[in-house]
């Protein structure tokens, strides 16, 4: 799946940070947020679905080669590059990954320009969690997190970390409460996501949503790809965008 047909453009937030974006689509808006190696002609082929169902997506470019195939040697160069940045947290808990602060802002950009209940943001594996962060901005209305891996799960205290600041998570929490659901997507053997949905289900309760794909896959929208989870997917934002 190729980007050819994607608008190439970018954004830069208030603290002059700029990243490349790729959007196309009519409607309601969605930040997908691509895993690593970066923008595979996966994650395009599944941000392509969310354009058929009648979505504006928009693709940052984080990391990565864009369009390049899921490989090893992707996935090192990749791996070497987040390794290496202070935009990314790796193995820190208690911490917000400070891309966040851009992605928000990205958020907020495509909101103020679309209108609506506000915008879609889903993450996956080493990005999963970041949905989450940017739910502390009122502009995100339907948070998706997939396979959420960061922090690495090296130990139980970061296979439960989500990937938030302790003022995050309050906030977090607050809108939560307030009826902002999230929805969480994992299959259910595995090892990279750790005890991430116990904990969200603690701290969300009723709020979560969790659904658990049976077997030992990771990437459940993209490279492992199951039915029952874009179709879920789509049925939440398709409910939260179009109020």
């Not at 470019?61 to 791996?79: K, T, W």
């Not at 950009?109 to 879609?120: A, D, I, T, Y």
């Not at 077997?215 to 929208?221: F, L």
Request: negative net charge.
């Amino acid at each position: 799946m190729s980007l050819d047909d994607w608008t190439r453009g970018s954004h830069t937030d208030a603290d002059a940070t700029t990243h490349p974006t790729y959007r196309r689509g009519t409607g309601p808006g969605i930040v997908v947020i691509h895993e690593l190696p970066g923008l595979t002609p996966s994650v395009v082929a599944f941000a392509e679905e969310l354009v058929d169902a009648g979505h504006t997506v928009v693709l940052p470019s984080l990391f990565g080669r864009d369009g390049a195939a899921m490989g090893g040697l992707e996935v090192a160069r990749s791996f070497a590059k987040v390794c290496v940045s202070r935009e990314f947290t790796k193995l820190a808990t208690g911490e917000t990954t400070p891309v966040a602060g851009w992605l928000r802002s990205l958020a907020r950009s495509l909101h103020e320009e679309l209108g609506g209940p506000g915008v879609g943001a889903l993450g996956m594996c080493f990005t999963g969690g970041f949905a989450l962060a940017m739910m502390v901005d009122d502009s995100v209305v339907a948070p998706v997190l997939c396979q959420p891996s960061a922090p690495f799960p090296v130990g139980r205290r970061r296979a439960a970390d989500l990937n938030l600041s302790p003022a995050d998570l309050e906030t977090v929490r607050r809108r939560a409460a307030g009826g902002c659901q999230v929805l969480g997507v994992q299959y259910d053997e595995d090892p990279l996501t750790g005890t991430r949905f116990r904990t969200l289900e603690r701290e969300l309760g009723e709020a979560f949503l969790r659904v658990d794909l049976p077997g030992k896959g990771h990437s459940t929208v993209t490279e492992d790809r199951s039915q029952v989870a874009v179709a879920r997917v789509l049925d939440f934002f398709g409910e939260k965008l179009r109020g």
